[in-house]
């Protein structure tokens, strides 16, 4: 009879480290909202069992817009990480130590939504994600058959964007003006002037 010697090992830690302790935190922030309208705040500031380490942290809610805004407008990676390193100040954020899986787990929430017909898409892309929350990023829209520019002909198609990110760049640089044009080669039904 031949006996089986298993040869696994455990499993290394991570090199940085677990993110998790043994134990619970008791650091929070507890809101008890009233029906009269009045909120009850405690506060426990203690944190034990761990450090305050950057890199556990999360990156927080208008972090992950800013960077699904850069992905969504066609901003590579590698620059979106680059963009983050760069320090504001003399104080290091969660956003500083961004890494490429931070943007491809971003990246994998994109829901998009695209209808076949490219100018539907367009369309729904404009209004849904562009100019929601009271945003205009798209601030010049038109279709094809559309009448409503006074410059442009009926059979034009234009889209005018604009992000925060691009907002900022213009007040800082305003001698600088970048226009991105593109032709596609797909046969859509544009005349050339």
């Known amino acids: 009879m031949v ?3 298993s040869k696994a ?5 991570k090199a940085g480290g677990s ?12 809101a008890n909202f009233e029906e009269d309208g009045t909120v009850t ?7 034990i069992g761990h450090e305050e380490d950057l890199r556990c942290q999360r990156l927080t809610q208008i972090e992950r817009q800013e960077i699904k805004n850069k992905l969504q407008t066609g901003v590579n990676k590698k620059r979106i990480v680059e963009d983050a390193r760069q320090l504001e100040g003399n104080k290091i954020t969660r956003l500083n130590l961004l890494t ?4 491809n787990n971003i990246e994998r929430n994109i829901k998009k939504k695209r209808d076949a017909n490219d100018m539907i898409a367009t369309a729904i892309k404009v209004t849904n994600e562009w100019n ?5 990023y798209g601030f010049l ?3 094809q058959g559309d009448e409503a520019h006074a410059y442009l ?18 007040k800082v640089h305003k001698d600088i003006i970048c226009i991105d044009q593109s032709r596609m080669g797909v046969n859509y039904t544009f005349s050339e002037r």
Do not use: W
């Not at 490429?100 to 943007?103: R, S």
């Not at 198609?157 to 900022?168: K, L, T």
């Open 100 to 103: 490429k899986q931070d943007i």
């Open 141 to 143: 829209f038109k279709q």
């Open 9 to 13: 090992v455990a499993k290394l830690p």
């Open 153 to 170: 002909r009926k059979d034009d198609f234009a889209v005018g964007f604009m992000n925060s990110v691009m907002e900022h760049k213009l």
């Open 41 to 47: 705040v405690k506060y426990i500031k203690s944190h």
């Open 19 to 30: 993110i998790k302790i043994k134990g619970t935190c008791p650091s929070r922030i507890i």
């Open 132 to 136: 929601s929350d009271g945003k205009n």
């Open 3 to 5: 006996s089986y010697e």
